[in-house]
């Protein structure tokens, strides 16, 4: 599966942006989403994770609350809705996909990884 994100830009602390992950060359019904990002200097990290039916979500403690993981199956493609952005939310954000009916919160768990897209939150 082929992974594509977009929907990244500049935007004010207490801000709101959304992300989208466009999937294409499989079947996106089959496989379980995240969202990772990594912030200048540092490793990447898990930010929010989706399975295939979108009945079950989770996030980072440092998101819950403020980020909403969805996916729509019929349009291929997986949002994440992120509110109240805060500068530590600065960072590269990337999607991914593991063809897994279930929950994963790991980097090692996931195949198939877009380019990523640079939200940046200014002070």
């Known amino acids: 599966v082929q992974l594509q994100a977009s929907g990244g830009g500049l935007v004010q602390a207490g801000g709101s942006l959304r992300l989208a992950c466009a999937a294409s060359?499989?079947?996106?019904?089959?496989?379980?989403m995240g969202w990772f990002r990594q912030a200048p200097g540092k490793e990447r990290e898990f930010v929010a994770a989706?399975?295939?039916?979108?009945?079950?979500?989770g996030y980072a403690d440092s998101v819950q609350g403020r980020f909403t993981i969805t996916r729509d199956n019929a349009k291929n493609t997986m949002y994440l809705q992120m509110n109240d952005l805060k500068p530590e939310d600065t960072g590269v954000y990337f999607c991914?996909?593991?063809?897994?009916?279930?929950?994963?919160?790991?980097?090692?768990?996931?195949?198939?990884w877009g380019q990523g897209t640079q939200v940046t939150v200014s002070s």
């Open positions: 991914a996909a593991t063809y897994f009916d279930g929950y994963a919160d790991n980097q090692a768990s996931y195949g198939y």
């Open positions: 060359g499989r079947t996106f019904s089959n496989y379980a």
């Open positions: 989706i399975t295939w039916s979108g009945s079950i979500t």
